[in-house]
């Protein structure tokens, strides 16, 4: 069974700060994961994905890095900005064609100005 | 716009009723899902329709019926309502294919509380 766990419930960071969000994994299929996140009275959106083929995968204040060996993965958010606060999922894409994604419990970020 | 929209947001209702919460999406994807956030916040998938013909059922209990009258249309009934089917439900899409990202469109949730 694929499993994809967020250890820290929460995280409080301050403005322009960095923000590190990590995510541990058990039998990925193909080692593809998504980040999504939410707002409160929202649905998740989708943040930023990574792939087996590459270690690290960037898109503007966010980069997420892949330690397949480790079966690890983390998002870091810099600089961390009062709208960055949210709850942050990862999520195991598990390689099939059907979209089914295995998520963790989610992160609560916060960021103080 | 909205891209995936469901309805309704909020639902009280007592044990032993039956609901449904309807949902939509105007993206042209062609694959549908129902998620479930249960109490510990995880989000789970409970089914998935690509083009009208259900994908995946994950194990979940035959009081809940997922109905599909077209690709754009994924709609959720629950018979007999028990107090564990209180969570909040998510609707999303997504088009897969080759260039497959595994991105998701959530909708807005839709919270059921059952007394």
């Known amino acids: 069974d694929q499993q994809v766990k967020q250890n820290s419930p929460s995280l409080s960071v301050q403005e322009g700060r960095i923000s590190i969000l990590n995510c541990d994994y058990t039998?990925?299929?193909?080692?593809?994961f998504l980040w999504y996140k939410k707002y409160p009275a929202e649905g998740p959106t989708f943040l930023i994905s990574?792939?087996?083929?590459?270690d690290k995968n960037e898109d503007g204040r966010f980069t997420v890095f892949l330690n397949k060996s480790a079966k690890h993965l983390s998002l870091h958010i810099v600089p961390s900005q009062p709208g960055d606060s949210a709850v942050y999922f990862c999520a195991d894409a598990g390689g099939t064609s059907y979209g089914k994604l295995t998520f963790g419990q989610g992160t609560i970020l916060t960021v103080h100005p | 716009d909205t891209a995936v929209s469901q309805t309704p947001k909020y639902l009280v209702t007592q044990m032993g009723n039956d609901k449904s919460i309807k949902c939509e999406q105007n993206l042209g994807h062609d694959t549908m899902y129902w998620y479930k956030q249960d109490s510990k916040k995880f989000l789970k998938i409970m089914f998935s329709y690509n083009n009208k013909e259900l994908i995946i059922n994950e194990t979940v209990p035959n009081r809940f019926s997922p109905k599909s009258p077209d690709k754009a249309h994924l709609n959720l009934h629950i018979n007999s309502l028990e107090l564990g089917d209180s969570a909040v439900y998510f609707c999303?899409?997504?088009?897969?294919?080759?260039?497959?990202?595994?991105?998701?469109?959530f909708g807005e949730g839709s919270r059921l509380t059952v007394l």
């Open positions: 039998n990925s299929m193909f080692d593809y």
């Open positions: 999303a899409s997504s088009q897969v294919g080759r260039e497959n990202t595994g991105e998701l469109f």
């Open positions: 990574i792939s087996s083929i590459k």
